[in-house]
């Protein structure tokens, strides 16, 4: 049976008719009150953005659910989990001030902010899945031990994922530190042709796993790495690189699997919406912002996570690029524009897999509003 995605353009002309008016009518339509109850501890799950970052969610969209959770009786939180990597956002202190720089202020969301792995990423607990890459995730416990949960997401490109929708903010977005590094499993190589021996690997890696051998030559401690990539960033030969490429089905796989740990809780609990918006080419993670590679499209909602992401790729899909983007040649209608922006990514795979784990349908109805 088909899941109902539904759907609100990005075109208005009517004072009555813009994004916020649009918000409330979908979350109506796609059935919220029949998700959070009276005095639910509801999450509203986002991304706040990496500092640099200007792409990341409106504050005055996550109003709308803010408030439409409270009318219902429920209790909301905005959250998300800290980073693996050092950034803006690897702690709670610093994730914070990021969220308020960014206009997530009680003021303004009428909500308060918490960073649902704790100070550090140790506020976690482990839910058992059974699925063929783990046995059990772990999984941020703010959001566990949520009642209902709204996840709200920027939907754009992703260099490993190929997309980043309501699936890839389930899976890492719900995962401490732990959970990331054990859907990334990295694994790094150095050319060691490339490698003129500078040491700044060494100096940025937090965990002591890239050093300057006798030879030299920079090494990566696969035993010690954590996968923040710190020492791809800084490498000015970019002599250190990921081996992803080659086991990105298997990253997907263990993605996918995360996304549906993190709900295994909630059946009937969870409201998703994608933004088809500012659809860059990377994620909010990274500190910039990339021109969109399509005009905006819409919001869709929907209670099934796997349904809404395929219609939002297949919306992506059936536009043509824009000029001046990332995509070095122009693709019309019908091309995969995030594979067109990162050749190497199977993006589709956490949709098949999805299906296959039970996470939700592909099969899906839109019903525009």
């Not at 030969?237 to 086991?247: I, L, S, T």
């Not at 589709?348 to 784990?357: A, H």
Request: with cysteine; glycine share 10%.
């Amino acid at each position: 049976m088909a899941s109902k995605v539904y759907f609100a353009s990005a075109r208005t002309r009517s004072h009555t008719d813009n994004k916020i008016a649009k918000i409330r009518r979908l979350a109506e339509a796609a059935g919220l009150a029949g998700i959070v109850a009276k005095g639910d501890l509801a999450a509203v799950k986002l991304h706040f953005g990496e500092h640099g970052n200007d792409t990341h969610l409106k504050p005055v969209y996550v109003r709308q659910i803010v408030d439409a959770v409270r009318e219902l009786g429920g209790k909301p939180f905005l959250t998300d989990t800290n980073t693996l990597y050092s950034g803006s956002r690897i702690n709670a202190v610093d994730h914070l001030l990021t969220a308020f720089e960014h206009g997530f202020a009680y003021s303004v969301v009428n909500a308060p902010v918490i960073i649902a792995d704790g100070l550090k990423g140790g506020n976690a607990v482990q839910v058992a899945i059974d699925r063929k890459r783990f046995s059990e995730v772990t999984i941020a416990r703010d959001v566990h031990d949520a009642d209902a949960m709204v996840v709200m997401t920027h939907f754009k490109g992703h260099m490993i994922a190929g997309f980043g929708g309501s699936i890839k903010n389930l899976a890492m977005g719900c995962a401490p530190g732990k959970g990331k590094l054990a859907q990334h499993s990295p694994r790094l190589t150095v050319d060691k042709d490339k490698c003129i021996g500078c040491g700044l690997c060494q100096e940025v890696c937090p965990a002591g796993a890239a050093k300057v051998g006798d030879d030299g030559k920079c090494f990566v401690s696969p035993e010690l790495c954590i996968g923040c990539f710190e020492c791809c960033t800084v490498c000015p030969e970019k002599a250190v690189a990921p081996e992803w490429f080659r086991d990105v089905p298997e990253f997907m796989e263990r993605m996918t699997e995360y996304a549906y740990g993190a709900v295994r809780n909630k059946a009937g609990k969870v409201l998703y919406l994608n933004f088809l918006e500012n659809i860059t080419p990377d994620c909010d993670c990274v500190p910039w912002s990339d021109t969109a590679m399509v005009a905006d499209i819409g919001i869709l909602a929907s209670t099934d996570p796997v349904a809404i992401d395929k219609a939002s790729y297949d919306l992506v899909t059936g536009q043509a690029s824009l000029a001046g983007c990332k995509l070095e040649q122009p693709a019309g209608p019908g091309v995969d524009k995030f594979k067109a922006a990162w050749e190497h990514t199977q993006g589709l795979i956490q949709i098949t897999y999805g299906v296959e784990i039970g996470l939700g349908s592909a099969d899906y109805e839109i019903v525009e509003i």
